[in-house]
């Protein structure tokens, strides 16, 4: 990754090393990483907007069961389409320097399914679904996890929780940073 | 995709087009927000301000930091987050007499004028926590750097460019550390593949790895590069030798045979600087820059082999303490678990088809778990006392035949010691079996015990996470029972008793003790470990690799069994830290021991990673990061003491040999400390003994006490406190739903009252129609 044949200017480099937590080495691995999604259309134009299949061609996202939600929340076109710098927004956030309070952010738009600012009951049933894959969970069961888990995080007893409530859980949760991080 | 949804789409994306507006938008529901939502109170609630605490938040945040720019930044955001963007003007009109925060964004930016280079490059760099996309981020950026800012003058100045150019270190310093970070694909390689849990344990590795080579380090250059440096001896074995020392040295050169003298670590290696052996009891001097220095190697020894104990506990406890804070915050009756697992349980990281699936049904075997273990619970609750006391008999029996096996294991290690050391052949062959039959024995009890752990578990009836709890204290225990039974067989051999006093030859103060007893622990100790490590090598080499090969290619049922395993987290730990303990007694009897691990760790690395990635399929247990990494620490700290009491015992109490080592003429070892002591300043000794007396200890004493009751106090104080918010957040949400509901039924009655209002006026026009017809 040589910075001679790079795509990108140096202004843009910069740009992308203030507003981003990634080095300047880390953009143009990050760029190299975009370009073997789709080779064709990035070389001709590094700013190539990629639809979603393409982005899901990314290892870590083709199997993660929440990949087409991660692809809609940093669309910035919002369906799911991708351009380098949403692809590098991404990976910012999935970075290991990326703070707690800006994976959370992130984290709940990813699993807020519709889109209401709050995870409902149906949203964590979702989540649930995606978590366990084709190992089907029964209703029963389902229900019973959802009630656990507004038992232990709704704090306000509404039936759902909001980004506050989500955020004092990732709080406690020592597991979410390490786990929610995808190495460049 | 619902229509629904695809209509919000098409809203929010109209929403960024909106946020170069310049004015405020509140996210405040609009008429036909209310239309829509009144059927669904649900969707109401998430409306009030309170939920929009993300955007809030932000502001908050970023307020607090005197940005005016950041400011508008999130002003636009929460106008993109908000969801009544329809009818600006009435929501503007409204928006000065809602909460404070409109009324701040309202303000005319005072903060305008205070702009300099230096909070431009703070907001500059908070912009990337904004969730908003690059492009946004960009224009941020260039509105912000094409603004006009004050230059900093004098001394702020040169504080900026300091905190700049700081700045700029710390990422190339990052970018090259990244690039020479030991084993960086390796460890994403295998978190792609099992997840972050059992990457914890290669991190562990890798830690260990540090941790001995920083022990080498230390050990070499404060205690075996002087020694090696200063080394003046020069001994004529042709000639009568005079010393105990000169005695001892002579008499071990006589072995020949290199390949068997670095396996058994005798012979030529004996008098290198590997062993306590070569140690002089010398006070080196050297002149630097024409005054005269000088070395005490003996001081230096006891007080490294100190420093390295307590350089362990303290990385130990270092990296301990966040894992068993998170343990005590939890266990605060905050159980997380559920939601821990569900926001918190799939490794982002993991990234080919095999291990996506197996971390599925990881997942939702956990889940079914904890539903389980809910179920047990209730179970439990409603035993009956017939059940209970069989249970109570079952684990009572179990635990008897656990501690029964754990004796027997420990008399088999003596008896095969004392066996071991009777015989004394002839044969080379013949005694180097003799001589690796006790470290042969301690590590076959140590594969093969286990089992029978495991295979007993399965009559106890623990939930699933007990089980795993359980089998792990009780390995550890046959794992340091068999080094305390090596550590008394070790002592009956250099023990001393009177009856074997010895007067006749002055150098060799005991019959059968070795001339250099410490040389001779160091070289049982430097054996166990290369026992161990071949040994981990074949099984991982040989046997496990044939099993996986088997379990692979036949298909067959029974091959299946013998032949698949899953990476066993806690032994694989064990494994290691069992190493490490070791080392840790090992070192001061041999400083070869610290290279020996650290290499070894090195090397083990490789191994475990071929033990997951090829041996083993992945485990269907849900191993956790941070739960990991906590139980490698206790076991660490477990372990600790079993090395340390050794050592501390030698150096407090047994009599060192005098015909070898740093310490040959010295009753103790301690014995050399307080001699030292005595002869530091008196002031020193004055303070040191002024910090032992009951006038400081026992205020000391008291000074403790009192905080500790202090912080209990707090603690108590705080978590009375949390209840009652609790408490009172349910109740405000109880309240916010009566509210909702209320505000409902009046919106409700407003409509129908319209409606009514409405169906009243069609019948008065349709009257008056009707009236002006007929006229």
Redesign the interface.
Known sequence: MGQANSQLTNEELQDYQDLTYFTKKEVLFAHQKFKTLAPEKVGHNKNAKLPMAKILLYPELSVNPFGERICKVFSSSQDGDCTFEDFLDMMSVFSESAPKSVKAEHAFRIFDFDGDDMLGVSDLKQVIQKLTGENKISENDLNILVQNILEEADLDDDGALSFAEFEHIIDRSSDFLSSFRIRL | MSGG?KK??AT??QG?EEAGSEFYQENYPGDRDIEVLWKDP??L??LLP?????AV?ATIRLRTNDTRTNKSTVRRYTAN?SRSRRDSATVQRRASTIGGEVQVSMLPDLSEMRSNEETAWDE??K???L?I???K??EE?AKIMSEQHLRLQGFEQFKWKRKKAWQHFT?RL??SYHKIELWRRDL?HI??HF??GVV?FFRFIKWLFFLNLSITLLVGAFVVFPAFYFDDRSINCELQPSTCYKQYYCNINSSSNLALSIIQGTGQLESTPLFYGYYQNKIHSYTLFNTNMYYNLPLAYILITLVLFLVSLIAIVRTGAK?FR?RL??GEG???????L????????????K???IK??A??SE??S??EI?RLEDERQSRTKQERWRIFFLRFLVNTIVLAVLVLSGCAIYFVFRYSNQHTETNKMLRLFYEFLPSMCIVALNITVPFIFQFLLSYEHYSPLVQIRMALIRTVFLRLASLIVFYFSMYSKIRCDSGGLNTSNECSNCAGRPDCWETFVGQQIYKLLLTDFAIQLGITFLVNFCRAFLARHINNRFFKFIGEQSFDLPKHALDVVYIQTLCWVGVFFAPIISVMSSLIFFVLFYVKKFACLVNSKPSGNVY????STSMFMAVMLFSYPVALAPIALIISEIRPSSSCGPFQTLDTIWSLINNTFIDTPTLVQNFVNFLVTPAFTIPLFIILILLLYYYTSVNSANRHMVTVL?NQ??L???D??FLIDRLLMFIKQENDKRARLANHMMDGDTITNASSIQS
């Open positions: 949804e919000k789409k929010r994306s960024w649900k969707r609630a998430t309170s939920k929009q605490t993300r938040a987050r500059i760099m912009i990337k926590e969730p996309p690059m492009w981020k960009r950026k990422t990052t970018e994403k978190e792609g997840g972050t914890a894992g998170e915050v939890q905050q159980f997380y678990q559920y939601s821990n569900i926001f918190g349980g799939w490794d982002f990281c993991i990234h080919n088809e291990s996506a699936r599925h049904k997942l939702h889940l079914k904890l539903l809910e956790r990061a941070s739960k609790k957040l349910v405000e949400g109880h916010k739903k």
